[in-house]
């Protein structure tokens, strides 16, 4: 099922994805044991009701093999956090990217691996630029 428009995740089917993500794919037990280690059928019946969820909304998806129900994220992680992010610059910076992201580099201190890699991106999108391209 497609995602529609304007739907979003909850913090706890967003910690669904982040193990999905990280994994590639997982059943529905692996996801309840990464999220509440030694949890009960009560954690595992609600890992199952918010999995359901997060497939009626189009961020994942299901395959059986051998029996197994074998989840995936069917939304890419990049691109999930691109929007988060844009939405949040609309939300809080009258859509400026620029300003949210200048925000984010002052509110806390990057190492300097973090200013050399965001120094490389700030170059490569110049770059485009000057080439005539966005």
Known sequence: MARRAGEDVTETELA???VL???????RRQVADVLYPGGGEAHYATVQKLLERLENKGFVRKDRRDGLLIFAASVDREAFIARRLQGLAEALCGGSA??????????QPLSAAEIDELNAVLRERRKGRSGGSK
């Open 16 to 18: 669904m994805l982040q």
């Open 98 to 107: 620029a300003s949210l992201a200048m925000n984010l580099v002052r509110s």
């Open 21 to 27: 993500w990280d994994r590639g794919e997982a059943t």
